[in-house]
């Protein structure tokens, strides 16, 4: 399965921007979809999870603002981010776990100035 993420920009503080992530395949069977993030030099960072049920969890400091969903008809995960700031600033990775196997998305940069 190849995950395609798409939907990076740049945009200013306090503005939305959605983030879609397409898989080649059927995202019924993972188990997990989510969203991480990583600016240069530092460590990827979880971001915000679906399970196949829809139960979406987050990071405290995109808690609020931002909201994953996933369309299994489609298959695609996205994340709706409210309310940006500069700190939102990074590369969005998409990520996917079936069982043992874990995928990843080739990354969508966004950049929110102040």
């Known amino acids: 399965v190849q995950l395609q993420a798409s939907g990076g920009g740049s945009v200013q503080a306090g503005r939305s921007l959605r983030l879609s992530c397409a898989a080649s395949?059927?995202?019924?069977?993972?188990?997990?979809l989510a969203w991480y993030r990583q600016v240069p030099g530092k460590s990827r960072e979880w971001v915000a999870s679906?399970?196949?049920?829809?139960?979406?969890k987050y990071a405290d400091f995109v808690k609020g603002r931002f909201t994953i969903s996933r369309d299994n008809a489609k298959n695609t995960v996205s994340l709706q981010m409210n309310s940006l700031t500069a700190e939102d600033t990074a590369v969005y990775y998409c990520?996917?776990?079936?069982?043992?196997?874990?995928?990843w998305g080739q990354g969508t940069l966004v950049t929110v100035s102040s």
């Open positions: 395949g059927s995202i019924v069977s993972f188990n997990n």
């Open positions: 990520n996917a776990i079936r069982g043992a196997a874990v995928y």
């Open positions: 679906i399970t196949w049920s829809g139960n979406g």
